[in-house]
């Protein structure tokens, strides 16, 4: 299992448990930024970090086993989601793990932005 813990960041906001991060491989950005704002402000000070810049350059294993449970702990270095994107798009290219999605929202009313989520079908 794979968990990109990719948002809105800063001291005291948190999404995952603790416990999750402990049965975890956490990859980051910047860990000096990351222990303040990032998931893993909640464990000790030297809970083991790989930085994700590492296994770009082949430097550290990304993912050893599909047992492995790996966490993608950003605080938002724009530059460095960009690029860990263009490498994820261009290592899938040609294969089903791309589905292409459009982003774009285009309201019939662009001062109504609340018509996009009137227009949303539950699911199940």
């Known amino acids: 299992m794979h968990i990109n813990a990719v948002g809105g960041d800063c001291p005291g906001k948190t999404e ?53 449970i790996t966490i993608f702990d950003s605080v938002g270095f724009a530059i460095a989601d960009f690029s860990a994107l263009r490498c994820l798009r261009d290592s899938t290219n040609g294969t089903e793990l791309q589905t292409y999605i459009d982003l774009v929202a285009e309201p019939e009313d662009p001062k109504d932005l609340f018509s996009l989520v009137n227009s949303l079908k539950p699911v199940g």
């Open 16 to 68: 995952l448990e603790a416990a999750i991060l402990y049965r975890s491989t956490v990859f980051v950005e910047f860990p000096e930024q990351t222990r303040i704002e990032g998931e893993i402000q909640q464990v000790e000070e030297d809970f083991p970090v790989v930085e994700f810049w590492k296994v770009l350059t082949d430097q550290a294993p990304g993912r050893t086993s599909e047992e492995e």
